[in-house]
Every structure is written in structure tokens, then in C-alpha cells.
């Protein structure tokens, strides 16, 4: 029972660890995305 619940501990950290990563790709994506925009509507209105 015990190797049971660390296994379940572990796999729920590594679960953790890789929304952490996507939540920074995710933010990292609009952050470019953004920029893109703002610099595409600078040099494309007068």
C-alpha cells in the first residue's frame, strides 16, 4: 500500500511540474503573439 501511495504522489508531482511547464508555454505563445500584433499594427498604420 505504501509503494501504492508514492507512486500516486509521484505521478500527481509530475503531473504538477508539466501543467507549470505548459502554463509558461502557453503564456510565452501569446506573449509573441501579442508583440507580433502590436508591431504589425505600428508599421502598417500611418
Same mark, same amino acid.
Given at each position: =500500500? /505504501?509503494?501504492?501511495?508514492?507512486? +500516486?504522489? /509521484?505521478?500527481?508531482?509530475? +503531473?504538477?511540474?508539466?501543467?507549470?511547464?505548459?502554463?509558461?508555454?502557453?503564456?510565452? /505563445?501569446?506573449?509573441?503573439?501579442?508583440?507580433? +500584433?502590436?508591431? /504589425?499594427? =505600428?508599421?502598417?498604420?500611418?
Amino acid at each position: =500500500m /505504501t509503494d501504492l501511495k508514492l507512486f +500516486i504522489g /509521484t505521478q500527481f508531482a509530475d +503531473i504538477r511540474a508539466d501543467i507549470k511547464n505548459l502554463q509558461f508555454i502557453v503564456l510565452a /505563445t501569446w506573449s509573441v503573439l501579442v508583440a507580433a +500584433i502590436g508591431l /504589425t499594427v =505600428m508599421y502598417l498604420l500611418p
